[in-house]
């Protein structure tokens, strides 16, 4: 089972803003998922990157990998260098 650090799409229709969660590679985007670990709203500005520091620590200490977009997040907000 691969795990996967991936954006989980919430909000109305044309106002989008995502919740950063570790799901199973297979499973759908906006399915299940075993952990949050933050947020992030492209429509403010600037946008607002909010992260839970310990939990994404511990979960790419545990092998999950980030998917390109939650990669260049977690750059913005200095969890990975």
């Known amino acids: 089972m691969a795990v996967k650090m991936r954006l989980r ?3 109305a ?3 989008p803003f995502y ?6 590679e297979r ?4 399915g299940k998922f075993i952990d949050e670990i933050g947020y992030y709203n492209p429509l403010t500005e ?3 990157i ?4 310990e939990k994404a620590e ?6 999950a990998q980030p998917t390109e977009t ?8 200095g969890i990975v260098k």
Do not use: H, I, Q, Y
């Open 13 to 15: 229709k044309k106002a």
């Open 58 to 63: 511990k979960w790419l200490n545990n092998g």
């Open 50 to 53: 909010k992260f839970n520091v």
């Open 19 to 24: 919740r950063v969660v570790v799901a199973d």
């Open 70 to 77: 939650v990669k260049s997040l977690l750059k913005k907000s």
């Open 46 to 48: 600037p946008a607002e």
């Open 9 to 11: 799409r919430m909000g």
């Open 27 to 30: 499973a759908p985007r906006d």
